[in-house]
Structures are given as structure tokens and as C-alpha cells.
């Protein structure tokens, strides 16, 4: 069994910095693509940013570019999403998400609360 459990969110300023992570376990970590998705409130879920098995490409919603960075520890099979310059609309439940694509997830975690105020 597959199982994602994300950690680091909670209440931070304008302006501010948070490092999400998300521990793997249940499946052989390096050998799938990681993604980092949101969901704001009264808002669809949205792609954040993903990362291939290897760490050499990475992807990121228009929305987060140049402030979110995506990396991953394949030896601690864990993913990371560092975010700086946060936005009271980065506010959301941050999730992490495992697949064999960038466009085919197929196990989630919980989600993070992440809250920016202004």
C-alpha cells in the first residue's frame, strides 16, 4: 500500500517562506513522477508544480514560477516544494501526489494546510 503524508504547512505572512514535504513509502519512490497540487477555498484542485524520477525536469504552474521550487530525495523518498514570496492567493491545502506521468496521479496524500495573510 501506497501511503503520501505531507508536512511543513501552516500560517505564515505576505512576503514569507514555507518548505512542504512529503514522505513516500509503499512503492519504489525513484521510479515515479512527484506533483505538488492545491486547492484553494470554493476553488477546483490545481497542479502546482512536478518532478520526473530523476530530478533533471521539473514543471510549474504560471502561478508559482520564479517564487516555488520543486526537488526530491530519492535516498529519503521524499519530495519537497519550497516556497517563497508567498501570496495571500497561495493560500490552500497543499497536496503531494505520486504517478507514472506528469498527467496520470494515481496515489494522494492528506494535504497540508498552507495559509497566507496579508
Known amino acids: 500500500q501506497v501511503h503520501l503524508v505531507e508536512s511543513g504547512g501552516g500560517l505564515v505572512q505576505a512576503g514569507g517562506s514555507l518548505r512542504l514535504s512529503c514522505k513516500a513509502s509503499?512503492?519504489?519512490?525513484?521510479?515515479?513522477?512527484m506533483g505538488w497540487f492545491r486547492q484553494g477555498p470554493g476553488k477546483e484542485r490545481e497542479f502546482v508544480a512536478s518532478?520526473?524520477?530523476?530530478?533533471?525536469?521539473?514543471a510549474y504552474a504560471d502561478s508559482v514560477k520564479g517564487r516555488f521550487t520543486i526537488s526530491r530525495d530519492n535516498a529519503k523518498n521524499t519530495v519537497y516544494l519550497q516556497m517563497n514570496s508567498l501570496k495571500p492567493e497561495d493560500t490552500a491545502v497543499y497536496y503531494c501526489?505520486?504517478?507514472?506521468?506528469?498527467?496520470?496521479?494515481?496515489?494522494w496524500g492528506q494535504g497540508t494546510q498552507v495559509t497566507v495573510s496579508s
Open positions: 501526489a505520486s504517478g507514472i506521468s506528469s498527467s496520470w496521479y494515481d496515489y
Open positions: 509503499g512503492r519504489t519512490f525513484s521510479s515515479y513522477v
Open positions: 518532478v520526473t524520477w530523476s530530478g533533471d525536469n521539473t
